[in-house]
Structures are given as C-alpha cells and as structure tokens.
C-alpha cells in the first residue's frame, strides 16, 4: 500500500516520514474499521436467526411467527444516491491533497478547483451531502413511525431502526472527522499532516458508504 | 517492517510536558496511562472485594445490621452479586494486566518511544474511567444497582418491573459495559498498531516477550469482541436465548482475555526466575493464539443448561475440551522451563508459581464442566463458583506488581512483607475457594442469598461460615499488599536499573524511563527475550541489546 512510489524529487526524509505515519494511521483504520464490520456481522446474524424464531403468543399459548416484512420507503434510496455522490466528493478532496506530495498519481484528476480552496470546497460538498443523508434516513424514520412503525412495533422494525441509527451515529461520526480535516487543511501547515488526515478521513468516509449499500442490500433482500 | 521505524523516533521525540493536568491526568504519556488503568484496577478491586465480604456477612448472618448498611436484603444480595461480578471481571481482570501493565511494557519491551496513537490511548482510559464512573452511580439511583448479574440474562434484565434496580440501575450498567467496550476498542487499536509497526530495529515478532505476544493477541480478540457486545443495545422484543447466545459469544473470550495476559506475565516471570529460556517460545505462541481462537467456539458451554440440542451441546463439549490442550502445553512449558533451572524464590517468582498452582487446581475442573451431563447438576452450583475463581489469574497481577514495581517507581517492594502477602493470598485462596466445589457437589445453589430456611443446606452452613471467616483474613492480609505498595513508593530500597537481572528491554533504560523510555536513542536487539544460563558468557543472561558473541547469535 505504498502511495509514494518515486522519494527523488523532495526531501527523502519528510516522504520516508510521510509513508510511516500513513502506514500506521491506515493500520490504526483498518483495525477500527474491523471492530465497525463485526458490530454489523453480529447484527446481520442476530437479524437472520431472529427471523427464523418463533414467539409465544401469551393469549393463545402457542407458538407463533411474528416476523413480518417492511416496505423500505423510496426515500432510502434517494439517500443512498446522496451518499454515493458525497463519496466521490470525499475522493476528489483526498486525491487534491495527496497530489501535492504524489505528481505522478494524482495528474489524471481534472484540475477544477487547486489549493486549500479547492480542498475545503469538496470536503464542505461532502459534509453537506453527508448531513443530507442524515436528515433524509430521519425523515424516513418519521415517515415510519406516521404508518404505524415504532423501535418496538415489531422485531422487523426494530431491526431497521437498529441497523439505520447504527450507521448514522457512525456517519455522523465521519462528519465529526469531516470537520477536522478541514480544520487541518486550513490551519495545519506541513503538508504530511493534512494527507494523512484527509487519507483516513476519505477511506472511514468510503467505508460508511459501502457499509450503507450493505445495510440497503440486508433489508431489501434478506427480508 | 524496519524502514522507516527510525523516523518514527525522532517524530516522537516530543518534549515531556511540563504542567501537573498535562503530566498526570489527561497525559498521552503511555507509561502514565499504564499508572493510570492500573490505579483503576486498584481501586475496583478493593470495591469489588469490599461487595464480596458484604455477601459473605450476609450468608451467613443475613439478619445482621450493619453499620451504614443496615440489614442486606435478598435483593440487595443480588445486586451486590451482579455488581461484584462485573466491577472484577471488566474493571480489574481486564484493566489492570492488559490496561495497566500492557500499557506501561508494551512500547518500552518493543523498543518503541510511545504508543502509536498517543490521543487515542488518553481518550481510552478516560472513556473507560468515565465507564467505572457509571457502573458504581448505579449504586446511588433509585432503585439501587441491577440485580441481575454479570451476564445480564432477559427476560430479568429487559423489564424494569423485575425487580428493585432493573429500571434506572440496569440502564447505567448497559451504558457503562458499552462505554468499556468503546475503551477497550480504542486501546485495542493502540496495542495492534503499536505492535505491528513500532517495534525496533532487530526486534522481530519471534523475539518479543511472550509478555507482548499475550498483550499483542488479546488486542486482537479485543477487537471483535467488545464490538460484538454492541448487541446489548440491540435487545428490543428479542428472545432470551439468543441473547444467551450473544452473551457468551462476548462474555467467554472476555474472560479468556482476561487469561491471557495473565499467562504472558507468568511465561516471562517463570524464565527470569528459573535462570532459563522459556521452555518452547514457538509453542508458547501458537497455545496463546489458540487459546485465543479457540475461545469464540466454546461460548455454547455456558448454555448447557438451555436446552439446546444434544449435537450442539456435543460439538461444544468437545471444543471446550481441546482447549484443555493448549492450555496444559502451557502448563507443561511452565513446568518444563521451571524443572532444572535456578529457581530464585523472590516475591514476583511466588506469585508466579502460586499462578500456576491456582490455573492447574481451576483449570482441572474445567473439563468436568465441559460434559453436559455433569454441568447439568453442577452448572448453578457453587462448584461453578469455585471453578472460575480459582482460575482467573489474580495471582499473575500481583506477580507483575512486584516484578515491574521497582522499573514503575524506581524503588523495591519489601520483601518480608511480599512474602506474608503471598502465604496469606495462597492459602486464603485455596481456602475459600476448594470448599466451595464440595459444596457444588453436595447441591448447594449458588446465587441464593438465604441459606438458613432451606432443610438440606442446614449442614453445609458450618463449611459456608468457614468460607466466610477465611474471606474475612484472607482480606485482612491484601492490606498488607496495600500498605507495601504506598509505603515502597516513598521508603523502599532504591532499585538498580535491572534489579532481577533480566533481558528484556524495559531493563536496559534508566529507573523510572524518561519520557520517551530510551532518552533519545533507539535500541538495536540482537537476541531473543529469553537468553539466560548461556554456556560460554560471563554473565548468566544476555540482554537483548547485547552485541553478538561467539557463544550467542
């Protein structure tokens, strides 16, 4: 995973140092991002073993099944569209910064905006999309609840609030980290630090996205 | 793996921070974080072991007033339960050895000037500090602290109408388990990253401590495991058998996390102490890391009880039987690097020997449990009891304590006082905990907070009443550990830089470390951890720093 290919140009050190403290904030992701997958592992199997159980009926006394489909409202998917496109937002942001310590990498992304502007204006783009999705799956929620569906309706619709609320903490997580990368670009001066920053921002940022497309697919398919 | 790893110390060669807040409570210091989870141990054990002698008092005098207290009720037993099991599990065996000790030795022994995410290891124990806040809050609410135990069992624990302490009390006990886990996440992250790229030029993953091995793999169960737990948010109109299921799938590693640690501790005590090379490093390694995976397979031996089908129980059973194999290689190793060698029997060796006896004598029960036949009758007895308290590996947290106190504080323990420390605890141990398999055998229930109304307990009372009179000494005498380890900090005898003659690097560095463990410089390893009695050198041990000889490559 090396992004540094050619150390001839600049000074040797600082990218020596660069690829290190990438190296290691990757790693430090990658470690986080797996605790991330393994909260939405144990979620998606308690979702599938709970669609199997029957439950008492204390009236009757017998067993019965008392899980019942949700039609996922269209919203959700304007949501996800929003996501996709803050995603690539997110990626030109990252490769803008990048390129100033990677020519060679970063010379096929048109040249729209250049500088810090440039920067902070895809990050701003992204955190905007970022919130709009947020205020879409609440919207969705309201929607849920007007037709009937509380946490507690039922084990279906707990699951969907569960897993959606899930996901937008940590989303809104990503907006926090938002924040600060574009605190760093404006006010950070060694470039290392700002592509370190932006770097793990955008692949937490990506992640989030694909686990949402994940998320979408659970409650489309496996329903 | 090596480039760049002498960059990564200038950048961290940061200047120590000045003002008392920056210094000592919100440091990024990792060895005042280590100071820091481990004074929470500290405290959280004698809270826990406080709540332990109140259920003791209570079972066996339970319509005695006590001061402050006033008579324990039924259901203030079992809050004392719940809270006791889960202050010692989360707030002590996981805290201190893998929070405490792992923090403050992890960078020093792999040569690295601090943790890889200094912010991130502050924020860690804040979090997990802000968690302890919590857990004991429940006990001031209305209603008063949950009552229904460590594992937190629906439908007991998911209706507020249960009982006293099942409203506002269970609440704050699910907020502070997902606080802890939230730490201990971030800690994990610390430990995996630091150990996989910070460690130093020649310090391969087979030359590490098997110390840092057993920090390196319970981080890396860490990371699934807590974030597993996140379920207990998850439990809206559930069923309780999965949440069983859930529960163990976290609550088994949790406490095979807490094993491992202790294990590492007790590998590198044994071969300081013996003058040996630990006994199969290689085989020490691949125990712990099966150990360590073979613990999110057995979680179903909890559940016997359930229900569930023969051929599960089976399959279980048999899983929870093979990681009887990992673990007697452990033991055989302990015992093989012991066997020959030139023991010196100092204090931290005591409790590493006493560590051994303890998860033999524990662990042997293992196996009866495993059989669904046999757990059936025992499964809610005191047997269980005994069982989990004689092996959760206490001991190897005082042998650390006495091991690495004179590196922490730069003054030696007493040792006379050690000793009665360890004969007290040892003894006590024993005392309190066989009797309760006997009691498991003859059908004592455990849980059950009266004792006196019930016909076939009447006999056991006298065997309760001697658990309890043991408890209270065996208390008595961690005060004596207390007061050793206040009063060394100001009068103990000043410590050498490497008072046990070991190699490891924490002893190379001056006594306590400076601020960035190795002032400025950055240690080049040329040797294994555990080079000791090597025939042809002049000293009985070479440090891992030592240039290359003739006798030892």
Known sequence: MTILTSAANSSHDGLQQLEMRLRRARLGLGVGVLGIVMVFVSFTSAYIVRQGLPTLDPRTNTLVRDWFPLPLPALLFFNTGLLLISSVTMELARRQVARFTTPTRAASIPNVFAGR??????????????????????????????????????????????????????????????????????FRRRAESRVVVLDVTAWYWHFMTLLWVYILCLLEFAR | MATGEFAAHEAHAHAAPQGFIRKWVFSLDHKVIGLQYYFLALTAVFVGMFLSLLMRIHLIWPSVSLPLFGEIKPEAYLSLLTMHGTIMVFFVLTTAPQGGFGNYFLPIQIGAADMAFPVINMLSFWVTFLA??????????????????????PPLSALPSAGPGEGLGADLWVISIALFCIGALMSALNFITTTLDMRARGMSLMRMPLTCWAWFITAIFFVPLVTVNGQLAGHKGGSPLLWQHLFWFFGHPEVYIAILPAMGLCSQLVSVFSRKPIFGYKAMVYAMLSIGIMGFMVWGHHMFMSGMSPYSGFAFSVMTMAIGVPSAIKTFNWLGTLWGGKIRLSSPMLFAIGFVSLFVSGGISGPFLAQPVLDIPLHDTYFV?????????????????????????????????ARWHFWFSLVGTYAIFMPMHYLGMAGHPRRYSQLTEVGFLHNLLPLQKFITYVAFITIAGQFIFLFNLFWSMKFGKKASDNPWEATTLEWTTATPPPHDNFAGRTPVIHHGPYEYSVPGEPRDYVMQTDPLTVAVR
């Open chain 1, 117 to 186: 502007e440039g920067t902070i204006l895809w990050l701003a783009l992204t955190a905007v999309l970022g919130l709009s999705f947020l205020k879409g799956q609440w919207t969705v929620w309201r929607e849920m609840q007007a037709s009937g569906f509380y946490v507690a309706s039922s084990p279906t619709s707990s699951f969907v609030y569960l897993l959606t609320g899930t996901h937008g903490v940590h989303l809104l997580g990503g907006i926090f980290a938002l924040l600060a990368a574009g605190a760093t670009v404006l």
């Open chain 2, 132 to 153: 302890y806040i919590v857990m004991l809050s429940a006990f001031f609410v209305t209603g008063g602290a949950p009552l229904h135990g460590w594992t937190g069992y």
């Open chain 2, 385 to 417: 009891t005994g069982h989990f308290h004689l092996i959760m590996g206490v001991a190897s947290i005082f042998a650390a304590t006495y091991y690495w106190f004179p590196k922490m504080f730069g003054r030696l323990m007493n040792e006379s006082l």
